[in-house]
């Protein structure tokens, strides 16, 4: 093998050798940091527990019907997806919205019912109630809404 040749002594160079090793290196390194760090949203309303009311006696009205509440969170560098009532994202960093998808839906959705309908001193409920989501999935950016919406019974 004649060592002369320059392309067998580029080839061979051990210098180039290292930089594609430290190159390569460096692009591990800065996926794993990619992968261990970044933020990822899960949120689900699930109750545990059941409020039983009797609606068999003339104690109570419905206040207002399919009443809603909106929340939206953005993040670069993710993936969101629904599954039932459940909402999750995988990404690099949040751009917008607090991440608290459904505790955010339903202050808004309270929001909304006593800009229309005002404020009161009888107890109020839920019932009826039911989750939205829209995504937008592109490979930079990700997008997520949740629309929680319900009928409202005021009880006297």
């Keep these: 093998m004649n060592h002369n ?4 002594v580029y080839f061979f160079n051990s210098t180039i050798i290292d930089d594609i090793l430290m ?15 970044g933020c990822t949203n899960t949120g689900a309303f699930l109750s545990c527990n059941q409020t039983v009311v009797n609606l068999n006696e003339g ?7 399919n009443v809603t509440g909106t929340s939206e969170a953005a993040y670069v560098f993710g993936i969101s997806y629904s599954s039932g009532p459940m909402a999750n994202t995988i990404a690099i960093a949040r751009v917008d ?8 839906a339903m202050q808004n959705l309270w929001e909304n019912y006593t800009s229309e309908h005002g404020t009161t001193d009888n107890r109020l409920a839920l019932a009826n109630i039911r989750y939205d989501t829209d995504i937008i999935n592109l490979f930079f950016y990700t997008k997520i809404s949740l629309t929680v919406r319900a009928d409202i019974i005021e009880f006297d």
Excluded: R
Excluded at 5 to 8: A, K, L, M, Q
Excluded at 23 to 37: D, M, R, T
Excluded at 59 to 65: E, S
């Design 5 to 8: 040749h320059p392309f067998v």
């Design 23 to 37: 190159k390569n290196l460096a692009l591990l390194l800065l996926l794993a940091a990619v992968f261990v760090s």
């Design 59 to 65: 104690n109570y009205m419905m206040a207002a019907t």
């Design 97 to 104: 919205g607090t991440g608290m998808l459904y505790a955010d």
